[in-house]
């Protein structure tokens, strides 16, 4: 089984869809022994880093991605779920920089760009031995965000340019995360489901 962590952001229904798709029974919840003892855990976000992790926080999801990272479980982290991985963000940030939940020690920041935010259709260079792009690694994924990572981490990565070069997908032992919307990305961003879900 598949769980959806529910905490207030994210597009819960269109993420079940398209896991549903691969042949996944997936749930939707909130509830913490679901989601820590889920196959695989999806980490969905919209909106602006600092009310996700509230969102997050406030169900407790900030430790429930932590202990599956200790017990190597796997988990997907989606467009603001990427971002909250990592250590903080600067997002209507006036003095202190949002903290996240700290799986990678980088922070998230606003993208050197002429328009904001990247939206629309845009290509992923993968480096390093990825398993998520199997198949798909030519192919274009759909974004909408105005900030990103623009550090290396993991094993394999995703990099994208707009304006600058950014971080567009992890794989880091059980945990991945891409900074696109696979969900929206049509037959490629279901093809990486699948790939995801076949690593559970």
Same mark, same amino acid.
Not at 33 to 37: V, Y
Not at 132 to 135: A, S
Not at 182 to 190: F, I, Q, T, V, Y
Not at 193 to 196: H, V
């Given at each position: 089984?598949?769980?959806?962590?529910d905490?207030?952001?994210?597009n819960? /229904?269109s993420?079940?869809?398209?896991?549903?798709? !691969?042949g996944? +029974?997936?749930?939707?919840?909130?509830?913490r022994?679901?989601?820590?003892?889920a196959?695989?855990?999806?980490?969905p976000g919209?909106?602006a @880093?600092?009310?996700?992790?509230r969102?997050?926080?406030?169900?407790?999801g900030? *430790?429930?991605?932590?202990?599956?990272?200790?017990?190597? /479980?796997?988990?997907?982290?989606?467009?603001?779920?990427?971002?909250i991985? %990592? /250590?903080?963000?600067? *997002?209507?940030?006036s003095? *202190?920089?949002?903290?996240?939940?700290?799986?990678?020690? +980088?922070?998230i920041?606003?993208?050197a =760009?002429?328009i904001?935010p990247?939206?629309?259709?845009?290509?992923v =260079?993968?480096t390093?031995?990825?398993q998520? @792009?199997?198949?798909v690694a030519?192919?274009?994924f759909? %974004?909408?965000?105005?900030?990103?990572a623009? @550090? !290396?981490?993991?094993?394999?990565?995703g990099?994208?340019?707009?304006? +600058?070069k %950014? &971080?567009?997908?992890? *794989?880091?032992?059980?945990?991945c995360?891409?900074? @696109?919307?696979? +969900?929206?990305?049509?037959?490629?961003? &279901?093809?990486l489901?699948?790939?995801?879900v076949? &690593?559970l």
């Open positions: 089984m598949i769980a959806i962590l905490y207030g952001s994210g819960l /229904r993420a079940q869809r398209a896991l549903e798709r !691969s996944s +029974e997936v749930v939707v919840t909130s509830d022994d679901t989601a820590l003892n196959a695989g855990l999806v980490v919209v909106g @880093f600092a009310a996700c992790m969102g997050l926080v406030a169900i407790g900030d *430790e429930i991605v932590r202990a599956r990272v200790a017990a190597k /479980r796997p988990t997907l982290g989606i467009c603001v779920g990427m971002q991985l %990592f /250590r903080d963000g600067d *997002e209507y940030a003095t *202190e920089l949002h903290q996240g939940v700290g799986i990678w020690q +980088e922070s920041t606003k993208l =760009a002429p904001l990247h939206m629309g259709w845009n290509t =260079a993968v390093g031995p990825s998520l @792009f199997n198949g030519d192919q274009s759909y %974004f909408v965000h105005s900030y990103a623009k @550090f !290396s981490v993991g094993s394999a990565q990099w994208t340019t707009y304006g +600058e %950014f &971080l567009s997908a992890v *794989e880091d032992g059980a945990i995360a891409t900074q @696109f919307h696979p +969900e929206k990305s049509g037959d490629a961003g &279901l093809q489901i699948k790939n995801w076949g &690593l």
